[in-house]
């Protein structure tokens, strides 16, 4: 769904990144395989047990997201782009049997209200549809319009690929986890800030930026251990942060909120 959000946030940018996060993924490395730092770790591509299914739809070529999406996107390679992101970020040092059996992802262009959702067919969910609004791509301003196409899209993506302990997870989770693969692959929009004048599930980057702080914390699988806890069971509380993170989701957003009035 649409991003609601802020100011100023520092660039998240893969170069941005110390040289020991395994995060780096979007990064061009012109080094040979040798020269690579070996904590490279999400260098390394997750393959689902079946390869999606790619396809694009436009509903109306002529217009002017539609003309902007052409100009700026090689469809077939962000696609392929955005869930290879994805699935590194959620499911490396997984089994491939914890990556939902996703079987095609449709991405739709069209003049509707909001910015994007994504949403499975009636009949079968593992048919998943991602709509973008060409009204929105349209009035993004140039410069920013092909990171923005593909922040959402990465965004939306995430939802195709994402665990929801069968829906019970709270929203603010989901689309935080959303936000942390789109800050992950560098496509943070500049608008971004941390905020903590909230509850930790207040979703969207806000939440975002309190897993990429939780990841400094409890290690750079953590979000990986949240998503994968919320495979097969519904979502606890309790349960699923003491797992994780041995305490509880209140004590670490109060820990988090300390943490940035410290760097004010
Ligand atoms: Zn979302």
Known sequence: MAHTSSSTPPPPQSSAVPPSHPFNTEQEDNTSPIERPSQTTLTSKVIPQRKPLLRLELRDLSSEGSRAFLRLIHASKALEQAVDTVLKNLYTGLNVSCIPP????????????????????????????IHINTKYISHISESRQKEEIMGVLVHEMVHCWQHSGFGTAPVGLTEGVADWVRLKAGYAPPHWKRHADCDWDAGYERT????????????????????????ECKYDADTLWHACCGKSVKHLWGKYQKSLEKSE
């Open 208 to 231: 975002g930026y309190f897993l990429e702080w939780l990841e400094k914390e409890h290690g750079e699988d953590i979000v990986r251990r949240i998503n994968d806890g919320l495979r």
């Open 102 to 129: 996703t079987r095609s992802v449709t991405l739709v262009l069209r003049d509707m209200d909001g910015v994007a959702y994504t949403t499975g067919r009636d009949i079968d969910d593992d048919h998943k549809e």
